[in-house]
């Protein structure tokens, strides 16, 4: 019970009634128990609190009748059910699964009826939540009663008011009780409804997922088998062309550059049909008996060419007697190849890869000799915090690490897959700028697989399939060489940045003719070459390493030196959204890959032109101010800074080019750059036009007269002063002050 005071806790109402006087004499009112709070607001009873007594005295019934006549808890009247003795219970008590309390005599037709009714309905009927009160001839008579019911009540006959209020209470916190468990249980059951609808929801889910991964590596597959037929007929009449021989240079390096990446194009394929393969579970060993060292051995030289193209020191040792057994050739060639290729592809050159295989026999069943390949190479690395995560599908270790030329994240997680495929194990290390070691350990035979595992070829069976991640060398860059140096007035200057270099390549050769070429492999060296070389136009790759075409333009934007120079963005379609849209990156233009060459080119003429155009209005209007002709503000603040440094040294006959050079702490071809580029003036011109300027704006204010003004704007001589002012205002500094005054 609450220790609350009852006078909060109810509200009396006034009643009148025969039982009434009956229990508490003549006159004596009687009260109705309510709790003010939980009131509802109809007055209506609902439904009733079903109270059983079972107790084999009549009198006991009716006083309980007549003690709870009209009491009324949480809106509810009392129903009353009787019965007599423990075994008739029993019937009414599973008839009606929804009585709230039951008011039960201990001794009926035993003198533990009641106690074994107690049991009955909690054990046999299972209803825990009817509350039960016991009525016991003394206190403690049900020595079991603390763990079968809450309450006892034991002089309950006597008709005194002490009892009737005894029985009040106990009814009214029965009741309580009996109606908490039931809300508790009402949302216990609405929590495990919803579970279990969550839990059906979510199996839906789960096979539609499952559904649309099928239907995603059906769809791979397909689709990787239709790009497989055409890419066929583009290698075969490719190849064919390049056997014929007899071909200019410019044509063989296309024809190169499309063997090499219609090659690339389907050893991409190749590997996402093996995925597929892999995730549709289809995917079995093709084992045939012959030599693994041989055929192991033909993989790895298979490299050499490239080594020492690539000038890297290549070792490899093998074991040296042949070793017959059954082995899946064609995947031990893509565990291989695709080692190899990665160590080649992050090694630079000058370092070395090491190759060992080795064949162990092991005195452990199921596998008796195991085979072991290592790949060591000195190239980056692999920070230790990506290590587990290289095996990873698509996953790529980012930031500095990155490659360029990109890749796809697929090969060494096929790698590990294949390998696994045959039971075996792929292990890597690493020092972080010192290189890392790939190792591979395989059983050999067949005793360890299960039969559907794998099938038996002849070796004549196994096709010669089309090598499948074959290294695809690199397209070569041109060494430095035969880059041109740009000559004053030539053809304008165009650096290239790009990462791939084939893609660099094929801009180079549609622009060479008409433009002077700079090229670089990415972002950091873009900016580096672009300062130096201050070019008429950048053309850059959106995704590079080291530094993005993004953070490249910034920088390029931002650089007095190269603010003014129009850079053309290059981007895959779904950069294009995810990228460009919400960002600034400050270039002039976009061109979305794949791209057309016509349309790059007619681009980077329109920017060039553009800027000419804004270079001739400063030569044409005399007054322009820095800001008219500027592009940035980076321009404006640079041009603003060289006319500041002329103006202080206006009158100085000996300033010249190298001093404003010096002042503006820029190399004399970077400042001569930059102002052609602006002003289509050479470095002299523009000082010149400068002091013109002055002298012009004196002449109007009367400073003096055409000697000392030719004087004070820095001139020695007065005929040169006055043929110069001439041919840039038209008229003589004369007839200019005559006229200005005249205005
Ligand atoms: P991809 O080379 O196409 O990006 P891989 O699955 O072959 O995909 O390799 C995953 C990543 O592991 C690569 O992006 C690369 O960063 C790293 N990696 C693989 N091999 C080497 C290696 N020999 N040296 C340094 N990093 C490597």
Not at 18 to 25: A, M, R
């Amino acid at each position: 019970m609450e220790k609350e005071n009852s006078d909060d806790l109810f509200e009396k109402k006034d009643l009148t009634g025969d039982d009434s006087e009956k229990l508490f004499g003549e006159g004596k009112k009687k009260m109705v128990f309510e709790e003010k709070e939980k009131k509802p607001p109809s007055t209506i009873p609902v439904k009733t609190w079903k109270v059983l007594v079972v107790d084999d005295e009549e009198d006991v019934h009716s006083v309980t009748r007549m003690a709870l006549k009209g009491f009324i808890y949480q809106n509810k009247e009392i129903e009353f059910l009787d019965t007599y003795s423990a075994r008739e219970s029993r019937k009414v008590i599973r008839e009606n699964p929804d009585i709230a309390v039951i008011l039960l005599d201990v001794v009926m037709e035993t003198n533990n009826a009641g106690l074994e009714l107690v049991k009955y309905i909690r054990d046999k009927a299972g209803n825990h939540f009817t509350q039960i009160i016991l009525r016991t001839g003394y206190p403690g008579q049900a020595p079991e009663r603390e763990v079968i019911v809450s309450y006892e009540i034991n002089d309950y006959k006597t008709k005194t008011e002490l009892t009737s209020f005894k029985l009040f209470t106990v009814i009214l916190a029965s009741l309580r009780a009996y109606d908490s468990v039931i809300k508790l249980e009402g949302l216990r059951l609405g929590l495990e409804e919803k579970v279990r609808e969550r839990t059906s929801e979510l199996e839906k889910k789960n096979i539609q997922i499952m559904e649309m991964d099928q239907m995603k590596t059906r769809f791979f597959s397909n689709i990787s088998h239709e790009f497989r037929t055409p890419l066929t007929l583009i290698l075969g009449p490719v190849e064919e062309m390049l056997s014929a021989g007899q071909m200019e240079e410019k044509e063989r390096r296309k024809i190169e550059r499309m063997h090499r990446n219609a090659l690339r194009l389907l050893g991409l394929i190749n590997q996402l049909l093996d995925l597929s393969k892999l995730d549709a579970g289809s995917m079995k060993l093709e084992l045939t008996e012959e030599d693994v060292v041989n055929t192991i051995r033909l993989f790895i030289t298979g490299f050499a060419g490239y080594a020492d193209r690539k000038k890297i020191q290549y070792k490899f040792s093998l074991p040296d007697k042949p070793f017959k057994t059954y082995f899946d050739r064609d995947k031990l060639d893509k565990i291989t190849t695709n080692l190899l290729s990665n160590a080649f592809k992050y090694t630079s050159e000058e370092g070395g890869i090491n190759c060992d295989v080795s064949i162990m026999e092991q005195k452990k069943k199921p596998y008796s000799f195991i085979l072991e390949l290592s790949v060591k190479d000195t190239g980056p690395g692999i920070p230790e915090e990506q290590l587990e995560k290289i095996f990873d599908r698509f996953y790529q270790v980012e930031g500095e690490w990155k490659k360029e030329g990109g890749g796809t994240g697929i090969g060494l997680s096929l790698t590990r897959e294949l390998v696994s495929l045959q039971h075996g194990k792929i292990t890597v290390k690493s020092e972080p700028g010192k290189g890392c070691t790939f190792i591979v350990t395989m059983p050999l035979g067949k005793e360890h697989l299960k039969g559907n595992e794998y099938i038996i070829k002849s070796p004549e069976e196994v096709s010669e399939s089309m090598r499948w991640s074959a290294i695809v060398e690199e397209g070569k860059s041109r060494t430095k060489t035969e880059e041109k140096e740009p000559v004053e007035g030539g053809n304008p200057q165009i650096l290239i940045v790009e990462d791939n270099p084939d893609v660099r390549m094929h801009i180079l050769e549609s622009l060479e003719e008409e433009f002077l070429i700079k090229e670089a492999a990415n972002g950091e060296e873009g900016l580096e070459k672009a300062i130096e070389s201050v070019p008429d136009l950048v053309i850059t790759d959106l995704m590079m390493p080291k530094m993005d075409g993004v953070e490249m333009c910034k920088r390029l934007k931002t650089d007095e030196r190269t603010s003014h120079i129009p850079v053309i963005m290059l981007t895959a379609k779904a950069n294009v959204e995810s990228k460009i849209e919400g960002l600034e990156t400050g270039a002039d233009d976009y061109i979305t890959k794949p791209f057309n060459i016509k349309e790059l080119i007619a681009r980077v003429k329109n920017l060039i032109e553009q800027r000419k155009k804004l270079r001739e209005r400063f030569n044409r209007d005399v007054k322009l101010e820095p800001k008219d002709i500027a592009i940035t503000s980076a321009d404006e603040k640079f041009l603003n800074r060289a006319i500041g440094i002329i103006e202080r040294h206006i009158d100085d006959f000996e300033f010249d080019a190298q001093t404003l050079q010096e002042g503006m702490n820029l190399s004399r071809s970077q400042l001569f750059r930059k102002l052609k580029a602006l002003t289509d003036q050479s470095t002299t011109e523009f000082i010149r036009a400068i002091r013109l300027k002055r002298g012009a704006k004196l002449l109007e204010q009367k400073f003096g007269n055409v000697a000392e003004v030719t004087y004070e704007v820095g001139f020695n001589n007065l005929s040169y002063f006055a043929r110069c002012f001439k041919k840039m205002y038209g008229v003589s500094p004369s007839d200019y002050m005559k006229q200005s005054s005249k205005s």
